[in-house]
Every structure is written in C-alpha cells, then in structure tokens.
C-alpha cells in the first residue's frame, strides 16, 4: 500500500475527472459503495476465483460480522442494485480503492484504484459496444496510443459448462506433462489453466479446445453483433479465444484492454464483460449486466511509459512576499484567493531575500511584494517570476485586475 503525494496526487484527481467527463457524457452517474461489505457479497464471486479464496481482506468486526475490504467494486454495484431496485436501465460509474492479498510490485499493489463503469437490466449486443467504446474514447483522452483491445465470448451459462467439461477431459488428457500448479488450477477452474504462462503447458494450451466451438446460435450471434459494432466505431480488437479473465461471473462477452509498454505479467490496463447472473445470485431479479474495471495505478504507469497525461502543474498564481511582519501577506492573499486566483506566502517574517527565495521556489508566475514605502502609499510591486517581464508598481487596489490581466495575457 502506498502513499500518493503532490503533484502525483493531482493526477489522480485529474485522471478521474477525465473518467467523469467520458461517461457522464453517456447518462452514467456516479456510485459511491462502501468500501467493506458482508463477506457473502464477494464470496458469490465464486470459490474458483483467487480474488475471493486467497486475496480477501476478510475479517470478524465486533458484532460478530464477518465482512471484507471490497477487492472489486462490481458485487457492490450488483448487490446495490439488488437492494435499491432503480428504474432499468441503470448506468453507473464508480472510482476508488480495491484490496487484494496480492503480492507486491510494480503494478500490482495490495491497495489498487479502480475506475469502472456498470449497466443494469439492458441485453443489447449495443449496450456492449457502447461500453467497450466508453473504455476506449477514455485511453484516447489520456493520450495513450498503445492500448490494445482483446476480446472474446464465453457463450451461455450452458455453453460455457460444456466447454469447461471438453477443457477438463483435455487437460486431463495431458497428465503429468501439465505443470504441477496448472493441475491445481484445473481442479477448481479448467478455464483459467488457459491462463498459464508455463513453458511446459504452451503446447498443452494450444491444443485445447476452443470455445467457439461450444457457442449456441444466440451467443454467435450476440458475439458478431459486438464485433459489427465495434468496426462500426473503428475500434480495433483482435479476437482472443484464449481470453477468460480472472473473475468467474463473466457470460457472453469479455475484453480486456492491454498496454503496449507495460510487462507481460502486468499488462492488462483495465477489463470488463457480461456478467448476467450476477444480481440474481445476490438475492436480486434475474438482471442482465455488462461494465467494465480499468486500474489507475496501472494506466498511469502506461501514461508514464508513453510520455502522456503528465500531472498538472501545481505552481500558484502569486505568490506574496511582505517585509512588514506578515499581516499585509495574510489580507492579500485572502483577497487573491476569493477573487480565484491561487496565492501562497512566505510566513515567519523571514529576510526579503529568504522570501523572494521561497516566491522563485514556489514556480509562482509572480510575486507580489510589500515593503513599508508600499504601505505609506498604498500600492504594492508586481515581480515576474517567468520570463524577463520588469517590476512594477501599482495601486493596490488595481492588484486584482492588473494580476487578471496579466494572466489572461500569458495563457494565450
Ligand atoms: P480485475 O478487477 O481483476 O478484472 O482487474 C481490472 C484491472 O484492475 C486490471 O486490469 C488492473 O489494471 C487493475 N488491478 C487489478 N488488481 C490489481 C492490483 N493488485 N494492483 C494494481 N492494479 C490492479
């Protein structure tokens, strides 16, 4: 778990408000779950998947409550969904940390934010299109320009079955030349042994069944609809049979959205797909549902590696410097402040020479001074900090407009 400090912390903040603007254009609003929740929330997740058996911060509170750190945020929204029961379809986004038991490294943390979006009680191939979309015109607005889309269709709750049974009689098949941990992962779930990035289960992997051979005519169907849509929008993929994704709630569609620059191992930026059972296992009406999860901590790493999204500049307006004790400073900068100017200030009455250090230290754009001489006669002087611009001096009172002026005139 880590600190984020400032400037790193604004790009953060600025990275969730591009979030915000993307899917707020598209009628979603946002929801802010708990951040813990009653054990049972995640453990419908499935008992196959790691998140939910190795990775939980679960414990008993002290009402004897068994309740865990949220690892993801889409049982919330479900769970939420099933509780508050909202006008259909229900379009919501989140931001915010997970928890996972994981171990450490770059890119992969034990508290990690998410940004994601869901939607509720829509089947419509469309609806995915317009989710993958969503996911994509946000990596586009970061700058980032090596993200590519995977995608994949894991078929009906019974084709899937079908295809985990054909996968297990396969990987059964292959015996001891299948790595130990792979034979693990094939007792609880034959799907994610696709996932092994072994050396000895490569050509095991590779001749495993595939799972378009096990879609029903509807799932086909739902599958070239999405892909007709996506080509519609001009958004690339490349079509992944391999693809299951780490979750077990996933129906029909799954993407994920890979960086170009990042390690194999950690490269899944973000990811998402259908997952229609989902409500109903949390006590709620059978509910179509279909959202995605991109990872901050990650993106943002991908954005560093391309040159992208750099945070923003954190340096004040003015920044101002008193040689009269300090309470000249605290009026001005009051009044800056309330007219929306960003202004800081020098304290403990240090020498004009420490304060003028602290003014160039902070990048102000300008420093304004005060000395007894501006006192008597009611003006202050205006330095440039940026640039070679001359001193000048002038009314107080004029300070705001002539500060306005002069930075209107620099941004443009
Ligand atoms: P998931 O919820 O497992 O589908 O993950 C969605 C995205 O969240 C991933 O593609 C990552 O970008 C991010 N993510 C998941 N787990 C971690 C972690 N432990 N640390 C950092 N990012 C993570």
């Known amino acids: 778990m880590r600190d984020i400090l400032a400037p790193?912390?604004?790009?953060?903040?600025?990275?969730?408000?591009?979030?915000?603007?993307?899917?707020?254009?598209?009628?979603?609003?946002?929801?802010?779950p708990p951040m813990m929740e009653d054990l049972g929330v995640f453990t419908r997740l499935g008992d196959a998947t790691d998140v939910v058996t190795k990775e939980m911060y679960d414990f008993v509170d002290k009402g004897e409550r068994h309740v865990a750190l949220r690892p993801e945020q889409t049982a919330s929204v479900c769970r939420a969904f099933a509780q508050h029961r909202p006008v259909t379809p229900w379009k919501a986004w989140y931001s915010g940390p997970n928890f996972r038991y994981e171990k450490p490294q770059r890119g992969r943390y034990r508290q990690f934010?998410?940004?994601?979006?869901?939607?509720?009680?829509?089947?419509?191939?469309?609806?995915?299109?317009?989710?993958i979309a969503l996911g994509w015109e946000f990596y586009r607005r970061l700058g980032l320009q090596q993200v590519t889309l995977l995608l994949n269709s894991l078929g009906e709750p019974d084709d899937r079955a079908r295809y985990v049974e054909a996968l297990r009689q396969h990987f059964d098949?292959?015996?001891?030349?299948?790595?130990?941990?792979?034979?693990?992962t094939l007792d609880k779930n034959p799907l994610r042994v696709l996932d092994s990035k072994r050396r000895e289960d490569q050509p095991i992997v590779a001749a495993a069944p595939t799972i378009d051979q096990f879609w029903s005519d509807a799932a086909a169907e739902h599958f070239a609809t999405v892909q007709s849509g996506l080509r519609e929008l001009d958004i690339a993929f490349t079509v992944d049979m391999k693809l299951v994704r780490g979750l077990d709630y996933y129906r029909r569609t799954t993407f994920e959205f890979q960086g170009g620059t990042l390690d194999s191992a950690q490269n899944a930026l973000g990811g998402g797909g259908r997952y229609d059972g989902l409500v109903e296992d949390l006590g709620g009406p059978a509910t179509p549902g279909v959202g995605f999860a991109l990872g901050v901590d990650r993106t943002l790493l991908a954005c560093d590696d391309e040159g992208v999204f750099d945070a923003p500049d954190p340096a004040v307006d003015a920044f101002v410097v008193d040689t009269t004790g300090g309470a000249q400073a605290l009026a001005i900068t009051a009044a800056l402040r309330q007219a929306g100017l960003r202004a800081d200030r020098a304290y403990e009455n240090r020498s004009m020479k420490?304060?003028?250090?602290?003014?160039?230290?902070?990048g102000a754009a300008y420093a304004v001074i005060v000395g007894t001489d501006e006192v008597d006669n009611g003006t202050v002087a205006v330095r440039p900090l940026r640039g070679d611009g001359e001193q000048v001096t002038i009314a107080r009172d004029s300070l705001i407009t002539d500060l306005h002026t002069r930075l209107q005139g620099s941004n443009q």
């Not at 015996?175 to 693990?184: A, I, V």
């Not at 304060?355 to 160039?360: L, S």
């Open 354 to 362: 420490a304060q003028m250090k602290a003014a160039n230290r902070s």
């Open 173 to 184: 098949a292959a015996g001891d030349d299948l790595s130990e941990q792979s034979r693990r």
């Open 8 to 32: 790193e912390s604004a790009r953060w903040r600025a990275f969730t408000q591009v979030f915000a603007e993307v899917v707020e254009s598209a009628g979603y609003g946002l929801i802010i």
């Open 113 to 131: 934010d998410q940004v994601g979006v869901e939607v509720l009680g829509v089947d419509d191939p469309y609806l995915d299109v317009e989710v």
